[in-house]
C-alpha cells in the first residue's frame, strides 16, 4: 500500500501489488519489501510530477489517442479502431493509469461487452439502440466482437508499453481472448438463389449483385471501381485498394467478362463503373436495403447481406475444384489460412471421394 500526504492532514493511498507472503515474488503481481519499495518510489515520482505539472501518468485516453492517431496514418483500419476506442474502451478506462490497470479489471470488462446486445447505428444525440439477441449465433458474435476490441486496447496500450511510457505489459498480457468464436458458419447461396435473387433485383442493384457474383469481391472494392478498371484483353479487374492496402488483379470468366464488358461500354474510362438508377455512385450502406428487399421478393429466407456474395462465388469456386490458394489470390487474402478455414472443408478430396464412393450404405 502507498500511502502519499496531500495537504490538510490528508493522504491518497494506493494499492500496488500483493505481497509475497503467500507466493514467490514474480515482481509484477506478487512483490518483496524491496520491489515494493522501488515501485512506491516511482508512484511518488511520478505524483510529484504530476503535482507540478511537468508530466503526467500516461491514461488510457492517452494511449488510445496516440495508437489512433498510428492507425489513421499508416492503416485502413482506422474508422474500425476509433469506433471501438469510443464505444467499449473509452468509457470504461478512458481516465485510468496505464500503470494502474489490473488483470482482472480488463477481464470483467471483456466479459460485460460480450454480454451486450449489439449495437445498432443511431444519429448522434439520439439514445442508443441495441439489437435483440433472438438469433442463435448472437452469443458467438458478440463474444467475437469482444475479442476483436479487446485486440484494440491491447494493441494501443503495447504500444505505449514499446515506447517505454509504462513500465509492464503483464496486466494485459495474460488476459486471453474468448476461444472458438472467430469463425461462423459461411452463408451462401444456391445457384438457383442466385437466380431467383438476381430476377428480383432493379436494374442498377443486378449488376452490382451480378459483377459481385463474378467476382468475389467486396462491396467497397466494388463502388470505387472506374470504367478504367476493365481490362477487355486481359479479362480482368483491377481493384485499386482493398482491404489489405494491397491493389491486385480479379480474373474473369468470358461471360463475366462479357457482362461487365456491357456496363462498361461507351463509356469515359474515368466513370464510376457501377452506379444507382439516377446515375449516382453507390456509397457505404446504399445497398442494404435494396438488397434486403430483393432477398424478400425471391423468398430468400434468412436475408443474406452483401458480403455473402462474396462467400457465394468462393464456396462455388471451391466446389467446382479452383484450388483454395488460387481462391485467396483472387479474394484478396494476403494468405490462405482465412481461405482453408472458410472453404477447405467444401473442396473436393481423396478422402471424401473415397468414402462417398466405396463407404457402407444403409438406406
Given at each position: 500500500m502507498l500511502r502519499l500526504y496531500s495537504g490538510d492532514q490528508?493522504?491518497?493511498?494506493?494499492?500496488?501489488a500483493t505481497a509475497?507472503?503467500?507466493?514467490?515474488?514474480?515482481?509484477?503481481?506478487?512483490?518483496?519489501?524491496?520491489q515494493a519499495q522501488t515501485l512506491a518510489r516511482k508512484r511518488m515520482v511520478d505524483y510529484?510530477?504530476?503535482?507540478a505539472g511537468v508530466a503526467k501518468p500516461l491514461n488510457v485516453a492517452d494511449a488510445m489517442v496516440t495508437y489512433l492517431?498510428?492507425?489513421e496514418t499508416k492503416t485502413k483500419s482506422g474508422r474500425e479502431g476509433r469506433y471501438a476506442a469510443e464505444a467499449f474502451i473509452l468509457p470504461a478506462f478512458g481516465n485510468i493509469e496505464v500503470a494502474k490497470l489490473t488483470k482482472e479489471q480488463i477481464e470483467r470488462w471483456h466479459a460485460d461487452v460480450a454480454k451486450?446486445?449489439?449495437?445498432i447505428r443511431t444519429k448522434a444525440g439520439r439514445r442508443q439502440r441495441f439489437k435483440s439477441q433472438t438469433h442463435p449465433e448472437s452469443d458467438r458474435r458478440r463474444k467475437s466482437t469482444a475479442n476483436r476490441i479487446l485486440t484494440t486496447l491491447k494493441a494501443a496500450l503495447n504500444m505505449a508499453w514499446r515506447d517505454g511510457k509504462v513500465p509492464s505489459d503483464a496486466a494485459w498480457r495474460r488476459v486471453t481472448p474468448f476461444e472458438s468464436v472467430d469463425t461462423a458458419r459461411i452463408r451462401y447461396l444456391s445457384m438457383d438463389e442466385i437466380q431467383r435473387l438476381l430476377e428480383a433485383c432493379s436494374p442498377t442493384l443486378q449488376a452490382l449483385v451480378r459483377v459481385a457474383l463474378e467476382t468475389g469481391c467486396r462491396y467497397g472494392e466494388l463502388i470505387a471501381l472506374r470504367v478504367e478498371d476493365f481490362n477487355a484483353d486481359s479479362g480482368t479487374l483491377h481493384i485499386r485498394e482493398s482491404k489489405s492496402g494491397k491493389p491486385r488483379h480479379v480474373v474473369l470468366t468470358p461471360e463475366g467478362a462479357a457482362y461487365i464488358g456491357q456496363i462498361a461500354k461507351d463509356r469515359s474510362p474515368a466513370d464510376t463503373l457501377l452506379v444507382k438508377e439516377n446515375g449516382a455512385p453507390w456509397q457505404r450502406d446504399h445497398q442494404k436495403d435494396?438488397?434486403?428487399?430483393a432477398c424478400k421478393t425471391a423468398k430468400i429466407e434468412p436475408a443474406i447481406n452483401f458480403h455473402a456474395l462474396r462467400?457465394?462465388?468462393a464456396s462455388h469456386a471451391v466446389m467446382r475444384g479452383v484450388s483454395l490458394q488460387i481462391v485467396a489470390r483472387q479474394l484478396g487474402h494476403t494468405t490462405t489460412r482465412i481461405t482453408e478455414q472458410h472453404y477447405a472443408h467444401l473442396a473436393p478430396s481423396f478422402v471424401a471421394d473415397a468414402i462417398r464412393a466405396n463407404a457402407p450404405r444403409f438406406s
Amino acid at each position: 500500500m502507498l500511502r502519499l500526504y496531500s495537504g490538510d492532514q490528508s493522504y491518497k493511498t494506493e494499492t500496488l501489488a500483493t505481497a509475497d507472503d503467500f507466493g514467490d515474488a514474480d515482481g509484477v503481481v506478487l512483490l518483496d519489501w524491496k520491489q515494493a519499495q522501488t515501485l512506491a518510489r516511482k508512484r511518488m515520482v511520478d505524483y510529484a510530477h504530476s503535482e507540478a505539472g511537468v508530466a503526467k501518468p500516461l491514461n488510457v485516453a492517452d494511449a488510445m489517442v496516440t495508437y489512433l492517431e498510428y492507425l489513421e496514418t499508416k492503416t485502413k483500419s482506422g474508422r474500425e479502431g476509433r469506433y471501438a476506442a469510443e464505444a467499449f474502451i473509452l468509457p470504461a478506462f478512458g481516465n485510468i493509469e496505464v500503470a494502474k490497470l489490473t488483470k482482472e479489471q480488463i477481464e470483467r470488462w471483456h466479459a460485460d461487452v460480450a454480454k451486450a446486445p449489439a449495437r445498432i447505428r443511431t444519429k448522434a444525440g439520439r439514445r442508443q439502440r441495441f439489437k435483440s439477441q433472438t438469433h442463435p449465433e448472437s452469443d458467438r458474435r458478440r463474444k467475437s466482437t469482444a475479442n476483436r476490441i479487446l485486440t484494440t486496447l491491447k494493441a494501443a496500450l503495447n504500444m505505449a508499453w514499446r515506447d517505454g511510457k509504462v513500465p509492464s505489459d503483464a496486466a494485459w498480457r495474460r488476459v486471453t481472448p474468448f476461444e472458438s468464436v472467430d469463425t461462423a458458419r459461411i452463408r451462401y447461396l444456391s445457384m438457383d438463389e442466385i437466380q431467383r435473387l438476381l430476377e428480383a433485383c432493379s436494374p442498377t442493384l443486378q449488376a452490382l449483385v451480378r459483377v459481385a457474383l463474378e467476382t468475389g469481391c467486396r462491396y467497397g472494392e466494388l463502388i470505387a471501381l472506374r470504367v478504367e478498371d476493365f481490362n477487355a484483353d486481359s479479362g480482368t479487374l483491377h481493384i485499386r485498394e482493398s482491404k489489405s492496402g494491397k491493389p491486385r488483379h480479379v480474373v474473369l470468366t468470358p461471360e463475366g467478362a462479357a457482362y461487365i464488358g456491357q456496363i462498361a461500354k461507351d463509356r469515359s474510362p474515368a466513370d464510376t463503373l457501377l452506379v444507382k438508377e439516377n446515375g449516382a455512385p453507390w456509397q457505404r450502406d446504399h445497398q442494404k436495403d435494396p438488397l434486403k428487399n430483393a432477398c424478400k421478393t425471391a423468398k430468400i429466407e434468412p436475408a443474406i447481406n452483401f458480403h455473402a456474395l462474396r462467400h457465394s462465388w468462393a464456396s462455388h469456386a471451391v466446389m467446382r475444384g479452383v484450388s483454395l490458394q488460387i481462391v485467396a489470390r483472387q479474394l484478396g487474402h494476403t494468405t490462405t489460412r482465412i481461405t482453408e478455414q472458410h472453404y477447405a472443408h467444401l473442396a473436393p478430396s481423396f478422402v471424401a471421394d473415397a468414402i462417398r464412393a466405396n463407404a457402407p450404405r444403409f438406406s
